[in-house]
């Protein structure tokens, strides 16, 4: 930051330094009560905002340090904090934005006995700088994230795109989750034939039979359907012959699917036998992938739709 951190009556921090820790304050407070359209906690659910950064979640725990330490002493704002704890929140600027020996300095000067605290806040800087950046954007939940990947293709241009990069090995990458599509496939029509599960061997879209490609639709259709999820399942609900087992296979498969989607890469050895048990709650996109894609063609070949 470069600046003196105390004039030379002891222990009174300079202008320049107090100013800095003013600017950071107003830099935190609004990551954690605008940036997002929310107010952000440390108690928040995470998972509800997958497009903020691990910085942002650093910037909102230190705002709550800030708040806390201005309401243990009572005062209005900052300005009306005494030495002892204007140092407190001096600590606190310079282990997110202090040279290391700017910090040191600080930390020679502590008298609250929060050094150790200071330098976890530190550490947790230098890690939370490290991570990548999120791959929602600021204020796209998981399910418009989700969508976004996946759209702006036709079916068949989904499911082929889909088809080359699980048969290229590409679907590591998670760039998108158009290998769902293709990958259910695949795997359903080995199982019914009880065969190895070979990933080049999965047909392509013109070789689908049209129960095939209507529940091939359906889970398209679910990648892409972002937060109207709902809709989607009132659709088939109460349809025979097996409507409302479609409608949970849907929200299993988008549950799962989004969870992919925030992942930055995908495991290698996707699961070739059968799905676990429908009860488990922990159920990945691949098994509920699968049981949609099985549901959905029983559920189209009712229909008179082969």
């Given at each position: 930051m470069g600046?003196?951190?105390?004039?030379?009556?002891?222990?009174?921090m300079s202008d320049t330094a107090w100013q800095s820790v003013k600017t950071f304050h107003a830099e935190i407070r609004t990551i954690a009560l605008v940036k997002h359209g929310t107010i952000l906690t440390t108690a928040t659910n995470r998972r509800h905002y997958p497009g903020v950064s691990e910085t942002d979640w650093m910037a909102v725990q230190v705002y709550e340090l800030f708040e806390d330490v201005r309401e243990k002493a009572g005062a209005q704002d900052l300005d009306a904090l005494g030495p002892e704890h204007r140092h407190i929140l001096l600590m606190a600027t310079l282990a997110a934005k202090g040279t290391q020996a700017e910090f040191d300095s600080a930390l020679k000067h502590d008298r609250s006995v929060?050094?150790?605290?200071?330098?976890?806040l530190r550490d947790g800087w230098a890690w939370a700088r490290s991570m990548p950046a999120?791959?929602?954007?600021?204020?796209e939940s998981a399910a418009e994230m989700l969508a976004r990947f996946n759209r702006g293709l036709t079916l068949d241009e989904a499911y082929n795109r889909g088809r080359e990069t699980l048969?290229?090995?590409?679907?590591?990458?998670?760039?998108?989750?158009?290998?769902?599509?293709?990958?259910?496939?695949?795997?359903l029509?080995?199982?019914?034939?009880?065969?190895?599960?070979?990933?080049?061997?999965a047909p392509a879209f013109k070789n689908l039979h049209m129960a095939e490609r209507n529940a091939v639709?359906?889970?398209?259709?679910?990648?892409?359907?972002?937060?109207?999820?709902l809709e989607l399942m009132n659709e088939v609900l109460e349809e025979p012959p097996n409507g409302d087992l479609v409608m949970e296979c849907i929200k299993m498969f988008h549950n799962g699917a989004t969870r992919l989607a925030l992942?930055?890469?995908v495991t290698a050895d996707l699961p070739t036998g059968r799905p676990d048990s429908v009860h488990d709650m922990q159920l990945t996109a691949f098994d509920t992938g699968l049981r949609l894609l099985?549901?959905?063609?029983r559920y189209y070949a009712a229909r008179n739709d082969v």
């Open positions: 600046f003196t951190l105390f004039r030379k009556k002891r222990h009174a929060m050094s150790e605290h200071m330098r976890g999120p791959r929602a954007l600021p204020g048969i290229s090995g590409r679907f590591i990458d998670n760039d998108t989750q158009l290998f769902l599509l293709p990958y259910a496939v695949q795997r029509q080995a199982l019914g034939a009880q065969i190895p599960c070979v990933w080049r061997n639709g359906l889970m398209y259709r679910t990648l892409c359907i972002s937060d109207d999820v992942a930055d890469s099985d549901a959905a063609m």
